[in-house]
């Protein structure tokens, strides 16, 4: 199977990764009931994300970039946490050479949403690149 989606919910963000493309992105609110549970899925399919990351450094898709994508629009302190776990495994799996790329969206007025990743970059020692979006004008 290529691509594993954790569907959204009011309280947590979809979650995806394509085996294919060398995407894992987190998209929507994270504020979950039960941290744990939730973090166990997400930490599951991150493990499948690294595998692949490992398996293209040892063979001929060397140099093939994996793109990590965060898409939040709010997110709890629980999830801050779970989050920073996330990014500091990613930061571990570039110091044994795989190649990826960390991208923080958010809302070009959201100061506090670049803050919180700011922070959590810095808390985690893992650079990311900022992206800010302009907000839809309707």
């Not at 060397?62 to 997110?75: K, T």
């Not at 709890?76 to 996330?86: E, F, K, T």
Request: proline share 2%.
């Amino acid at each position: 199977m290529q691509k594993v989606i954790i569907s959204a919910t009011d309280r947590t963000p979809e979650v995806s990764l394509d085996k294919e493309s060398r995407i894992f992105q987190f998209k929507g609110r994270c504020l979950p009931e039960n941290i744990r549970t939730f973090g166990e899925k997400v930490m599951t399919s991150l493990d499948g994300f690294l595998v692949r990351c490992h398996d293209d450094r040892n063979k001929a898709s060397a140099g093939s970039l994996h793109r990590v994508i965060f898409r939040l629009g709010y997110f709890n302190s629980a999830a801050a946490r779970l989050l920073a776990d996330i990014i500091s495994s990613l930061g571990k799996a570039r110091e044994q050479g795989c190649l990826i790329k960390i991208y923080w969206y958010f809302e070009e007025e959201d100061h506090d949403m670049l803050e919180a990743g700011e922070d959590i970059s810095e808390m985690v020692g893992v650079p990311m690149e900022f992206v800010a979006v302009v907000k839809d004008k309707e």
